[in-house]
């Protein structure tokens, strides 16, 4: 049984990652808040569009994360390389797939989206950009996988410090047009991206080869594609990648949603989003944690431990999150500013902010106990969870949103109706089902 110590020693390394990684988000929206309200609704449409098709990789790496933890429990040590290595070759097809995809439909599925023609516009600048970054992400977080897997989590703050600092560097430079480089505005902030997401791979590979054991892991040596063992991954995969996919996939509808409200509302929910994103990394990484602990608590023999690692996991995040939504609440101007310096907007985003702030305290042991039913191995479990809270998290969303047009704070609610299921939901099944003798 692990303690809390021991668990937020694998947690902190994630969660520090997770920071790091979403300074590019960060960054992107507070340069581009201090370009044009164009440019800052026009890179949240084109993020959420890049990231809706990212996610189908993230969740593959994540139903690899599951057998490589599993087979880590279990001290099976040479059978986590050949899962590595498929789940990069898949991965890398992928990519090339996507982006594929992406030149010859991106546009048309974004005209259907975005209504602005200014937006639109600007978004298409993004996005031409932007999705270069798919062969190095899709690859990226294979490693991440790994890592997490087999508990060796540090490496992802590292990794991800150096992804933050080239991205923060280069936003500044290509988007303002310093030291010498060209001003490119919102097509700078992609580009920045694109190149930060290559330094993060290139880390990866240093990094491994110097580091860890190849042989002990099985990484010694490349092999040919295994379709009968990619099969078995994606047994477990294919439903965190639909799950994943979903997931993001809503919220991008709910920023369709509130484009339509207006530009001025569109800017809103983008400055909010960019906070959401920073208050969801503490949750994010304890729901990994409890994700790989699960995972590797049940292949080592202690399922008998699993509920309690569960509530000790989440008592922790909850708490955590309690001290975050208490220093926005003190200090919102002070947040916000960093984003612009628009006072009217600044004052527009207070509510929403605040809407966002309760729903992440709800998160914070929803997504944990979420997660844990994805970590003993019943990913399609998961997936039909989701998809049934996804269900309400839509209807709502068009019947509040398109039926009454609100204001942006109303919409945000959509947030709190999503983790209060989903926490439910997931309780009821922890509870009830039969997820302790499931084979990964």
């Not at 001003?183 to 580091?211: C, D, N, P, Q």
């Not at 369709?256 to 949750?283: C, F």
């Not at 006072?343 to 992440?360: E, F, G, K």
């Not at 945000?412 to 939901?425: A, K, M, Q």
Request: aromatic share 14%; with cysteine.
């Amino acid at each position: 049984m692990y303690n809390n110590k021991q668990i937020w020693s694998i947690s902190y390394p994630i969660l520090l990652g997770l920071l790091a990684q979403n300074i590019i988000n960060v960054t992107d929206t507070a340069f581009l808040g201090h370009v044009s309200e164009v440019a800052l609704g026009a890179s949240a449409m084109g993020g959420l569009f890049y990231v809706c098709i990212y996610t189908i990789a993230f969740g593959f790496s994540v139903g690899s994360q599951i057998v490589i933890a599993r087979r880590n429990g279990e001290q099976q040590n040479r059978d986590i390389g050949p899962v590595m290595i498929q789940g990069c070759i898949f991965l890398l097809a992928l990519a090339v797939f996507v982006f594929g995809f992406t030149k010859g439909f991106g546009r048309s599925i974004i005209r259907v989206m975005v209504s602005s023609d200014v937006i639109y516009d600007a978004t298409m600048e993004f996005v031409n950009w932007r999705i270069f970054g798919f062969f190095f992400s899709f690859a990226s977080v294979m490693f991440r996988a790994f890592y997490i897997g087999i508990i060796r989590t540090k490496v992802l703050t590292i990794n991800a410090i150096v992804m933050a600092l080239v991205n923060v560097a280069l936003d500044y430079a290509l988007i303002f047009g310093k030291f010498g480089l060209p001003e490119m505005g919102i097509e700078g902030a992609a580009i920045a991206s694109v190149i930060a997401e290559a330094s993060s791979i290139l880390f990866f590979l240093i990094y491994t080869y110097i580091t860890v054991d190849l042989k002990k892991y099985g990484l010694n040596k490349l092999r040919s594609f295994d379709v009968i063992l990619l099969v078995r991954i994606l047994n477990i995969s294919c439903f965190t990648m639909l799950q994943y996919f979903l997931s993001m996939f809503t919220f991008f509808v709910f920023f369709m949603v509130v484009e339509r409200l207006g530009q001025r509302e569109l800017a809103i929910a983008n400055i909010v989003r960019s906070i959401y994103i920073l208050l969801y990394i503490p949750v994010g990484a304890l729901a990994t944690t409890a994700n790989s602990l699960v995972s590797n608590t049940i292949g080592a023999g202690g399922v008998q431990h699993v509920m309690g690692l569960i509530k000790k996991i989440a008592r922790m995040d909850f708490f955590i999150m309690l001290g975050l939504v208490g220093v926005i609440v003190l200090f919102p101007n002070l947040i916000l500013s960093v984003y612009t310096k628009d006072a009217s907007l600044i004052s527009d985003c207070i509510s929403s902010m605040y809407v966002v702030c309760a729903a992440m305290l709800i998160a914070s042991i929803a997504n944990v106990a979420f997660n844990s039913i994805s970590g003993t191995g019943n990913t399609r479990a998961a997936l039909m969870l989701e998809s049934g809270t996804l269900v309400f998290y839509v209807a709502y969303l068009l019947i509040v949103g398109i039926g009454f047009k609100p204001p942006v704070e109303i919409c945000f609610t959509t947030e709190i109706v999503y983790y209060t299921l989903l926490l439910i939901s997931s309780y009821i099944y922890l509870k009830k089902a039969n997820w302790q003798n499931k084979k990964v």
